[in-house]
């Protein structure tokens, strides 16, 4: 496929080598294993022209679980079952017994662990989650001369506190929520399943993504609005800056709706698809994991080439996908050199199109909202 046919710069001929590497990363990957509930059906919707998803037609059951398949009678078990009884009684495993001897087998392979080490993790992970405020923009105000830094945190209508990065600058208040740096080498995969998202994933401190689950009740608390601000930074040190005014996302049974207000700024307004043919907004999206897809592509067509899943069309990001939109955080990383034109990068549309980005930032702000604006 020729790199001219392409409706996005930055998607170079490399939508079959990226979709290799995405069927590579989802047949090697176990955390794709991690969310066997919430698994989408790997089928193509009624009336689709797609193909079923190779991975899933590659491996129909986890290893994991075919370890579990209950053996054939053998030894005593198959003697007794092969004998005389078994015309009259049969001698198998009743179901509920099948499923304590594969309890049994589980709770053997796990590693010992003292009850007095189990109180000690539990006493100490409450000790730390104790909360210093509502979010960073609480704390902020309270006490502007509070450093940057990890703070404990349980915004109003949160079940648990929870550990985020505050970001107290000159204009602070900002509970980061997503940062990339590249990891000093060792960048932070971003090609998640849902469950991954919902809850987070990395570290606070350093590359991580808060959860879904946190940041919808970051944007939801009472009498307050949530601003928010991305800073994005190239591999020139340039910086630049989005700023939304408001920001909120739905709760998790709608798949976390994007919703925005005015954009401000000096990257452009990527979410909302300024002055970019052709490209659908992001905002009202629905968000997509490697393993959910709630994007508009039902198929999308790029150059000779269909597809439906944005986040598999991106390098696995979880993101808010339209139809795929023209920004996206979550692609892969690459180093520098390493950074021109892949088509599964961090792409910020209005400003680097056609550049993977080098670091980002994504913070919300909470403003206690004006007796008028109420
Ligand atoms: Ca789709």
């Known amino acids: 496929m020729g790199r001219g046919s392409h409706r996005h710069p930055w998607k170079p001929g490399g939508s079959s080598e990226s979709t290799q590497r995405i069927k590579a990363k989802l047949e090697a990957g176990s955390r794709s294993q991690k969310d066997l509930s919430g698994g989408r059906s790997p089928w193509p919707k009624a009336g689709s022209n797609a193909v079923p998803r190779s991975h899933y037609q590659a491996n129909p059951v986890p290893p994991s679980l075919k370890r579990h398949k209950q053996p054939e009678p053998q030894g005593e078990w198959g003697k007794l079952a092969s004998g005389r009884q078994e015309t009259a009684h049969p001698r198998t495993m009743a179901p509920v017994t099948q499923v304590s001897f594969v309890l049994v087998l589980i709770l053997l392979s796990l590693p010992p662990i003292s009850l007095g080490t189990l109180k000690r993790r539990v006493l100490v992970n409450a000790a730390k989650l104790k909360s210093q405020g509502k979010d960073c923009s ?49 960048p932070l995969a971003f090609d998640r399943v849902w469950w991954e998202y919902n809850h987070g994933f990395g570290d606070v401190e350093g590359e991580h993504w808060l959860g879904l689950s946190k940041l919808y009740s970051l944007t939801h608390q009472p009498g307050t609005r949530a601003q928010l601000k991305l800073d994005l930074h190239n591999f020139e040190n340039e910086s630049r800056h989005a700023l939304y005014d408001s920001f909120q996302i739905s709760d998790g049974s709608s798949f976390y709706m994007l919703k925005l207000g005015r954009y401000s700024g000096n990257a452009g307004d990527s979410f909302g698809g300024e002055n970019w043919t052709g490209a659908a907004s992001q905002v009202g999206s629905a968000f997509s994991t490697l393993d959910r897809d709630h994007d508009s592509c039902n198929p999308c067509l790029s150059g000779d080439i269909t597809f439906n899943e944005c986040s598999q069309w991106n390098g696995g990001a979880g993101w808010w996908f339209s139809n795929c939109g023209v920004a996206n955080l979550h692609g892969d990383w690459h180093p520098e050199g390493d950074h021109k034109s892949w088509s599964s990068d961090i792409h910020w549309g209005t400003w680097s199109p056609t550049e993977s980005l080098k670091a980002t930032e994504m913070k919300v702000k909470t403003v206690v909202i004006a007796a008028t604006e109420a």
């Open 138 to 186: 609480q704390i902020w105000t309270d006490n502007p001369k509070s450093p940057s830094g990890v703070y404990v945190i349980r915004p109003e209508g949160a079940l648990d506190a929870f550990r985020a990065y505050c970001d107290m600058g000159e204009d602070g208040g900002w509970t980061v929520f997503q940062r990339r740096t590249g990891g000093n080498g060792k």
